[in-house]
C-alpha cells in the first residue's frame, strides 16, 4: 500500500521558514507526481506545488519565489522549503502521490490518488 507521513510543520512567526518533509512508501516515483496541498477551514483544499522526478514542477502563483519544492529519489522524499511565510499561508499542509497529464505536474486534487495524513502549519 502507498503510503505518505508529512513533517516539518509548526508555529512561526511571519517572515520566518519552515521545511515540511513527505517520507512516502510503497510505490516507484518514476512517472508520478509529488504534490503538496494545503486547507484552512471554509475554503477549497489547494495545490502549493508539485514534482516529478525529471524535475518538472509547478507552483501557486501566491508562492513563487517564497517556496520551492525537492525530491530526493533515493531517500524517496519531497520536500517544500517555505520561506518568508506569512499569516496566509497558515493551513494543513498535505502532500500526495499522483498523475501528470501531458507530462506535466498538475495543481489540481483530481489527479492525486495518495494523501498523507497532513502537517499544521501556522504563521502569526
Known amino acids: 500500500d502507498v503510503q505518505l507521513v508529512e513533517s516539518g510543520g509548526g508555529s512561526v512567526q511571519a517572515g520566518e521558514s519552515l521545511r515540511l518533509s513527505c517520507a512516502g512508501y510503497?510505490?516507484?516515483?518514476?512517472?508520478?507526481?509529488v504534490g503538496w496541498f494545503r486547507k484552512t477551514p471554509g475554503k477549497e483544499r489547494e495545490g502549493v506545488a508539485s514534482?516529478?522526478?525529471?524535475?518538472?514542477?509547478v507552483y501557486l502563483d501566491s508562492v513563487k519565489g517564497r517556496f520551492t519544492i525537492s525530491e530526493d529519489s533515493a531517500e524517496h522524499a519531497v520536500y517544500l522549503q517555505m520561506n518568508a511565510l506569512q499569516p496566509e499561508d497558515t493551513a494543513m499542509y498535505y502532500c500526495?502521490?499522483?498523475?501528470?497529464?501531458?507530462?506535466?505536474?498538475?495543481?489540481?486534487?483530481?489527479?492525486?490518488?495518495?494523501w498523507g495524513q497532513g502537517t499544521q502549519v501556522t504563521v502569526s
Open positions: 500526495a502521490l499522483g498523475y501528470r497529464f501531458g507530462g506535466y505536474c498538475q495543481l489540481q486534487e483530481d489527479y492525486y490518488t495518495s
Open positions: 514534482i516529478a522526478n525529471d524535475g518538472n514542477t
Open positions: 510503497g510505490y516507484r516515483y518514476s512517472d508520478l507526481a
